[in-house]
Every structure is written in structure tokens, then in C-alpha cells.
């Protein structure tokens, strides 16, 4: 064969695939109000602990995974699905739901909204979900999901300006690679070369953290003096250790 008809062929096959349409919704109910209906029943009977309803929705091989990473089977979570506590009121609403279809098989991704008192105190939690489901024997069924929790940031604390002040250097995860922290009014700011100034907000005297810097915090590791030697950039708890290089005190 010549190049010429080889390259013919391809082209041929390139052609085809490029125009093929895509792939038709299969029969059954629309996926783009059913899954948002069969979501809000899921999540009704997490406070309720309703079984059956989790049963009938969930594949039998679907693989499930939380926002702590941990990956469940269908019999794992009916197992540990139980009502709510007494004291516990809750709920948990779907928002920002989009669906996408490929045949039998659908894509819904939304942000799920939880509100739980607990013996009178209220907590509020958001959850990014992705769940993924096939179409069997006329209905659809979960097969697949990943929560991803949002992570808001802490509490800010009030600090004298002691407290800034005695953090406030220089400091080098390597010998070319430094940074510098600065007071600003009731906060310190973090510069580094060739990257915008980032605020470092206290959550204690020892912790602080940068806004919207999902879980990183800051550590200040004192001497038997007291004095700021070291920063601990922690996250997940992982840390990378920053030495000062300025003396304690000094106003960069």
C-alpha cells in the first residue's frame, strides 16, 4: 500500500468518527429531572436513616467514596446509614445541580447544603458532589460518587501587636528561597519574590492562616524564650519548616 492510500485511510476513519453523532439518550426517564429527584430522596434518608430508599437508588457494584477519601460498596453504607441521634436535627439540600447524559449513562454534579443542631446549637457544612449513574433495566442507579467538603476558614482571633510584632523577620526555606513578613495594621502580610502579598490572619497567638487558603496554618514555634525562630508552613498535616534569618524583633 502507498503512503498516499495509507494516509487515505486514515483520513477516511478520522472522518467517520469525527462526524459520528453523539450518542442518543437512552430510554428511560430524563436523567435532567430524574437524578435531581432520586438526590433529594437520598438525602431526605440520611437523617431519617431510611434504608430501603438507599437500597432501591444504589448499584449493587457502585463504589462510593467521602470527603475524607474513604471508598464504601453499597452494602458498607447501607450498614452504617442509621437516623440521626437524639438531640440531632438535620438536613441536607441539593443547590447548583447540573446533569449531563451520554447514552445510558449520566453525570450529575451539585452542592449539597447541610444544617444540623445539635442540642440547640446550629452547625452549617457545604459539600461538592459528583455522582455518577447508568441507566439498568429502566432506572436509573447510582454507581459512582466523590464529596469533596468546602473549607471555610477559621475564626479570626483578636492579638496585641506584641504578638505580630515578635513574628515579623525574615525567613528561608533554602538559602534562595526566602520570605518576608510584615505587620500591617492588625495582621501580618507574607511577600515573596515574583508572588502577590498574601495576609497572614491569627486564629491563636501561635496559629495564624492565609484567607482562603483551604486547611494551611502557619505554626510559630518559640524558643525556650520565647523567641520566634521557626515558621511551620502545615498542611494536611505535613510541615515544611522556615528558619528566621532576621533577629527577633526586627521590622523587616
Known amino acids: 500500500m502507498t503512503r498516499f492510500a495509507l494516509m487515505t485511510g486514515w483520513l477516511a476513519v ?31 434518608a440520611v437523617a431519617t436513616g431510611d434504608r430501603e430508599i438507599w ?8 463504589l462510593f467514596t467521602d470527603e475524607r477519601g474513604v471508598t464504601r460498596t453499597k452494602a458498607d453504607l447501607l450498614e452504617e446509614l442509621r437516623p440521626l441521634p ?21 453525570v450529575m454534579r451539585f452542592r449539597a447544603e447541610e444544617h444540623l443542631t445539635l442540642f440547640g446549637q446550629t452547625i452549617e457544612d457545604t ?14 442507579q447510582l454507581i459512582a460518587s466523590h464529596v469533596q467538603a468546602e473549607v471555610g476558614d477559621p475564626l479570626r482571633a483578636n492579638v496585641g501587636s506584641e504578638v505580630l510584632d515578635r513574628v515579623a523577620g525574615v525567613y528561608q526555606l533554602a538559602p534562595d528561597v526566602r520570605m518576608r513578613i510584615r505587620v500591617s495594621d492588625d495582621h501580618l502580610v507574607m ?11 491569627p486564629e491563636t497567638s501561635e496559629v495564624f ?13 518559640p524558643d525556650a524564650e520565647r523567641r520566634v525562630e521557626r515558621l511551620l508552613a502545615r498542611r494536611r498535616g505535613e510541615d515544611l519548616v522556615w528558619t528566621r534569618v532576621t533577629e527577633v524583633g526586627t521590622r523587616p
Open 127 to 140: 459539600y461538592f458532589q459528583t455522582n455518577t449513574y447508568q441507566l439498568r433495566d429502566g432506572r436509573w
Open 14 to 44: 478520522i472522518g467517520m468518527t469525527a462526524c459520528r453523532p453523539p450518542a442518543r439518550q437512552a430510554p428511560g426517564p430524563d436523567p435532567r429531572v430524574e437524578l435531581p429527584r432520586i438526590t433529594r430522596e437520598l438525602l431526605a
Open 191 to 201: 511577600e515573596r519574590d515574583g508572588r502577590p502579598p498574601q495576609q497572614l490572619l
Open 55 to 62: 437500597d432501591r437508588h444504589l448499584a449493587e457494584d457502585g
Open 209 to 221: 492562616f492565609t484567607p482562603g487558603g483551604w486547611d494551611a496554618r502557619w505554626i510559630v514555634q
Open 86 to 106: 437524639t438531640g440531632y436535627q438535620g438536613k441536607l439540600e441539593p443547590r447548583d445541580v447540573v446533569v449531563h447524559a451520554f447514552g445510558d449513562t449520566a
